[in-house]
């Protein structure tokens, strides 16, 4: 049986940094929500998606609106009990266990206090292996489980149930709720059953991420490069190393749009690379050839010490690693490009995989 | 013609200088720190005013640059004990105030916080009624328990109204009682404001001593008729009584006023600036004549914060950094003989090899007996500093923003430890008086106004809404003490807020200003 303990969520919180791909928000209130969480009521329980029972209700969780916000209204806390209890009294059945929709960024930190606060265990698994900015762009999506009934709670004690059509409409009316009850919520959605859930989510996640978190965390005591130590932990390859030359963003419809231009140092002299961001880094680009496309993961670390860089931080000046990182499988079937692909974000790219690309 | 003095405390020494109106050095005087901080100071004081000769009631305004509030956090003594109010509940409960703390710290501020209704959403509107009973009941609860207040409301860089509606209310139910607002001290970012806002509140009483003993020391060297102000780490001053009620602003003015000191002795407002110590070299940038902030969160005695300090990089270089061999290969600090330099110093009739011991062997220049350090071997001395010289290259490659190659300002006492040819540098300037930047970086300092808020783009544009940031940070600064004519918008940063549609941006504009003559 596997705890999670207060240092386990020092290294998932730091392996989800990198896995936000530079978007997702900082994990740092989500870590001290946790921490809290886990202080008041013990350790939270994680289980292999295997050992879950497969008529169980499972109920994933997560915040949705802007990380900025959060970090200024933190939540109360009882959000989530409320929309678990609405849930559970609609679907009139108990919830198994709860699990991430998003491993990357702040979301994998919100189901760890969950769990400990409703006392229900972790399933080690998601439903990006990564961040993204929408709600059907999760595999759970892919294998047509409806994000709803789906409940949407605020701090204030507003508790909204959305029943639509389809996981699109689910994003569009969600997306607007929640900047009415102040642009940072909890959300209890995708309710599924063990044996959807076995089928349609990336596993073993939550593990990653801290064997991420870890190695990236001892590298720093150790000898070992800390990017080559981070690559190593993620089954990466190294896409560039340089020095951010320019960053632009402007915001369009919701979402920072923007690029990185980098010029390369080391062994990348002379070349230069370019990473286009909406939130997430979605597209690499080196010497005017796309080296890596989303869905795959696009990192920026630091270059010394391999600590994630978000796209908000991005720096004029500072010296980073650009990493690919390969997505999960499910991502690359055609019904996940098509959900998350370079097309879907406006770019007339065709995805190809990471790996390929740097054999070509 | 009416004068100025500059005091700046550093980790070594305390010095001071006298300048006049037109910003002309006068005098110049440099003694040891004291572990007390004040002796020094008032030592330093009376030293520059013998030497300068200026009639006492000439000097039109004193700053001081002190570390008495650094020390006070980093040693955890003479801290207030903190009344802790945040206002935003059922918002923020997830995570208690003090969260994260050094515990020695939480037990010498106490555990009186409270959480109460109150604060504002990101676009202003109230998150829950503000209870003004509740707040009375709380203030009654905490008389006689704690010496100072700190008020925290979610959003109050947004609105500032409930933290101002608390202060109102303790002021009819303690009186005259020290109160912290957050929305005066941090900006966007709960936690770490409200950190920075219970530490403020902590130092109320070293402030007011600090403060009060520098103006009557003043006073004691008959200086009675001095506009009074204390040095902030955003390079710009304020007024003793407004340093009283925000004394962390304080914390890290040395690096500022050092970087601003060296701008200025340069007649460069931007460049690098190198200030090379006994011990560390710090190196930051300089852009229109104020320190590059720091973009990432700050701990200040293992508590974190969020409010504005310069961008530094420091490397264990400085005059008395010890140079050993080992294996073959030649080791370059990071330790230091530190203020014992002039007993340890091969020059100094020492036992230890410094890299000012090297500095001398190779000619740089002249301290204590050459004769001493004539057995040291030549290519030795040159491969050393060759280290020294890419140690201190790659931390400018690090703090560089083009590639273009940048001026670099050398300052501080150790500065003849770096050559005048460097990697990625068009021109290494030595200033005059180059030892004396701190002071005259706090004598020299300016008065700002800072406004960060979230504005909403569907209801008015990106330019109308940095247009009305800009004209609330000059009134800011006006209400600092800015001379009307001299004030202007020296930064302005917009950045989009992220997963919100309907286009949201934050805007962070910083305007400065000439002191009022």
């Keep these: ?360 | 013609m009416k004068y100025r003095l500059g005091i700046d405390v550093g980790g070594t020494n305390t010095d001071a200088v006298i300048i006049d109106n037109d910003l002309n050095l006068i005098a110049k005087v440099k003694v040891p720190t004291t572990a007390d901080v004040s002796t020094g100071i008032y030592e330093a004081m009376h030293h520059v005013l013998e030497e300068s000769g200026v009639e006492r009631d000439k000097i039109e305004y004193a700053m001081l640059g002190t570390t008495h509030c650094t020390n006070a956090i980093v040693e955890r003594k003479r801290l207030n004990r903190v009344g802790v109010l945040r206002l935003g509940k059922p918002a923020t409960e997830a995570i208690k105030p003090m969260t994260g703390w050094p515990e020695d710290l939480v037990e010498k501020i106490g555990r009186q916080y409270f959480l109460t209704g109150g604060g504002h959403e990101f676009d202003g509107r109230p998150i829950s009624a503000f209870d003004e009973n509740e707040v009375r009941k709380i203030m009654r609860d905490l008389k006689g328990k704690v010496d100072s207040i700190a008020v925290i409301s979610v959003f109050s860089p947004v609105s500032s109204e409930h933290e101002e509606r608390v202060a109102a209310i303790i002021r009819e139910e303690l009186g005259d009682f020290p109160v912290s607002l957050s929305h005066q001290i941090g900006s966007i970012g709960l936690l770490e404001r409200e950190n920075a806002t219970i530490l403020n509140a902590a130092l109320v009483e070293v402030a007011k001593t600090t403060a009060e003993g520098f103006i009557k020391a003043l006073e004691k060297e008959n200086v009675t008729s001095a506009k009074v102000y204390l040095c902030q780490n955003d390079g710009t001053l304020m007024s003793a009584d407004y340093a009283m009620k925000y004394p962390i602003l304080t914390i890290a003015c040395g690096p500022t006023n050092s970087i601003r000191g060296a701008s200025f002795l340069a007649k460069n407002k931007d460049a690098i600036v190198l200030d090379v110590g006994g011990t560390t070299s710090d190196i930051g940038v300089v852009t229109n004549g104020f320190p590059r902030e720091s973009a990432v969160a700050v701990d200040i005695g293992g508590v974190r914060t969020n409010f504005r300090m310069p961008d530094l990089i420091s490397i264990g270089v400085g005059g008395g950094t010890i140079i050993r061999e080992l294996d073959g290969e030649i080791k370059i600090g990071p330790d230091s003989v530190g203020y014992r330099i002039s007993e340890e110093a091969l020059v100094f009739g020492g036992n230890t090899l410094t890299a000012t011991d090297l500095a001398v062997r190779l000619g740089m220049c002249e301290v204590g007996d050459k004769s001493k350090v004539q057995h040291i071997d030549l290519k030795f001395a040159e491969k050393c500093f060759e280290k020294i010289k890419s140690m201190v290259e790659q931390a400018i490659e690090k703090i560089k923003l083009s590639s273009e190659p940048q001026p670099l300002i050398l300052v501080g006492g150790g500065s003849i430890l770096i050559p005048d040819e460097l990697e990625g540098i068009s021109e290494v300037i030595r200033p005059e008086n180059y030892e004396i930047a701190n002071a005259f970086g706090a004598s020299i300092a300016q008065v700002s106004g800072q406004v960060e808020k979230i504005f909403d783009l569907s209801k008015m544009t990106r330019e109308e809404a940095i247009k009305e940031a800009k004209e609330t940070a000059k009134q800011e600064a006006i209400k600092a003490g800015a001379d009307l004519d001299s004030v202007e918008v020296v930064e302005v940063e917009d950045v989009p807020l992220a997963y919100l549609p309907g286009n949201a941006i934050r805007i962070r504009v910083k305007a400065t200003g000439d002191l009022k003559g």
């Design chain 1, 1 to 360: 049986m596997k705890y999670i303990d207060k240092d386990t969520i020092e290294d998932i919180a730091l392996g989800a940094a990198l896995l936000g791909t530079g978007g997702g928000g900082d994990p740092y209130v989500g870590k001290l929500m946790a921490l809290q969480a886990i202080e008041e009521h013990g350790p939270v329980q994680l289980i292999d998606p295997e050992d879950v029972p497969d008529d169980a209700l499972i109920v994933p969780t997560a915040m949705m609106g802007a990380p900025t916000v959060l970090i200024e209204k933190i939540p109360s806390g009882e959000e989530i009990f409320r929309a678990f209890e609405g849930l559970k009294s609609y679907l009139n059945r108990d919830i198994y266990a709860t699990v991430p929709i998003e491993a990357g960024g702040v979301n994998s930190m919100i189901p760890i206090a969950v769990a400990a606060q409703l006392g229900l265990p972790l399933i080690d698994c998601d439903g990006m292996g990564r961040a993204f900015p929408e709600l059907q762009m999760v595999t759970y999506h892919l294998y047509d489980i409806s994000a709803t009934p789906m409940m949407i709670a605020d701090e204030k004690g507003n508790v909204l149930m959305l029943k639509t059509i389809d996981n699109v409409w689910t994003e569009r009316l969600a997306r607007n709720a929640t900047v009415e009850m102040g642009a940072s919520v909890m959300i209890s959605i995708y309710p599924m059953t063990g044996k959807e859930l076995k089928k349609a989510a990336i596993r073993n996640i939550v593990t990653f991420s801290a064997k991420i978190g870890k190695a990236i965390r001892n590298s720093r005591s150790s000898n070992k490069n800390p990017v080559d130590v981070c690559l190593e932990a993620t089954g990466g390859i190294e896409l560039f190393r340089g020095k951010i030359t320019d960053v632009s963003r402007k915001t369009e419809g919701g979402f920072v749009r923007g690029e990185a231009l980098l010029e390369g140092v080391e062994d990348y002299s002379g070349q230069n690379m370019k990473v286009q961001f909406q939130n997430e880094n979605l597209i690499a680009i080196k010497n005017g050839k796309v080296v890596a496309t989303v869905p795959d993961l696009i990192c920026i670390v630091n270059l010394e010490t391999a600590m994630p860089v978000t796209t908000e931080r991005l720096k004029y000046g500072s010296r980073v690693a650009v990493l690919g990182i390969p997505c999960d499988e499910k991502w690359r079937t055609p019904r996940g490009i098509e959900t998350v692909g370079p097309r879907y974000f406006g770019y007339d790219v065709d995805y190809v995989p990471v790996k390929e690309l740097a054999r070509k």
